[in-house]
């Protein structure tokens, strides 16, 4: 009787799950992967002075488009820093002869926020 039970419990093991292996976390989406889509403007200033303009930014790869009330108003290539604190940001004219834009960005969840500090060899923003 013994061996028997010895025989069905060694014979249950063998059918039992395997102990929990660990999850592999959520592939972490790149800034580029954030990005994509139309953002709509909700705040800006430019010398103190507050945007009440319907401005639109679509992100498609590296391409940015920027439209008001609809029209595109400039197009802009972007390039993305290195991993780092703060994230930056640069846009470049489409087709030359633009300064670039230097930002810094950050992302929560639904809301991006762009620092702009200068153009051109401007020194980049620190927050």
Sequence with gaps: MRRMTLALAALSLAF???????????????????????WTEMDSSNL????????KYVFSGKDVTVLQTGKVVSRWTMTLGPAATPRRM?????????LPYLYTLK?????????????????????
Aim: aromatic share 4%.
């Design 16 to 38: 039992a799950p395997a102990p929990f292996l660990p999850r592999k976390a959520p592939p972490v989406e790149s800034d580029e992967q954030i990005l994509q889509g139309e």
């Design 48 to 55: 103190a002075k507050p945007s009440s303009a319907d401005v």
């Design 90 to 98: 640069d846009l470049a004219g489409v087709g030359g002869g633009r």
């Design 107 to 127: 992302t929560d969840g639904p809301t991006l926020r762009l620092v702009l500090q200068g153009r051109g060899e401007f020194m980049r923003p620190r927050r």
